[in-house]
């Protein structure tokens, strides 16, 4: 099985590494990787069931490192359903894993807000998810595992510890819906305030398959998402994903730290 190849090779570059947190990191989170003490890195393309090549701004990487001394897996680059129609293009990675011990994924992304109240540069807290995409990546699998209760998806108690992470670092963190769209184009301004009705606060590209994917493995689940612009309709901001990479990038050092005081509050917890 393509998982326990890429097992193998993990421990073959990481011999003792046990982490129990694996961060998945989306447009403009990438920032988390440069604080990583001995970290050994490995590139998608070696670990076998790893997404192939990705959309730029993700570099496709598997780091294993230490993070104000708790080790932490940190996963560079996801692939989106947009790529070629399948949602589960980051279950192979997850599995492995899952496999090599994680408890607790926390994810990241870009979004956009649907909240003038929420404006580019805001970090919110997924509260929980519309899967608008109406894909699944546990479609094909077989039992009765599949059938996954996705209350309490984005784990309540590990909400309440990011909050406090954040208030902890004087940095202001909104929570919301977050609205799955599978893209790649951006919405129409009739879509947008659909979701509005739908009681969502951000909409995105991603992080709604992956959520699926570690509910299923057994997995907690925090998402955050750093809001690159405000929904179509509710700016004349012209949209593309080269402003969602720049803005991004703008407020790439706050959300680092961020990500870092969070993960560095749910390692003293999940050990
Ligand atoms: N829509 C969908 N995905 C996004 C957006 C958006 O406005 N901004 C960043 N990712």
Redo the contacts with the bound molecule.
Sequence with gaps: MSQDAALERIRAVAPTSRPRIAVLLGSGWGGLTQQLADAQRLRYAELPGFPGAGVAGHAGELWLGRLAGREVAVLSGRRHTYEDGSADGMKGALCTLRALGIQVLVQTN???SLDPAMPAGSLMLISDHLNLAQRSPLVGEAGSGRFVDMVDAYNPALRQVAHAAAARGGIALHEGVYAW?L?PQ??TPAEIRMLRTLGARA???STVPETIIARWLGLRVLSLSLV??L??GLSDEQ?SHAH?LAMAEAAGERAGMLLSAVVQALAERVG
């Design positions: 870009a979004a956009g769209m893209g951006f919405e909409v995105g590209m690159t612009n929904a179509a949209l969602t």
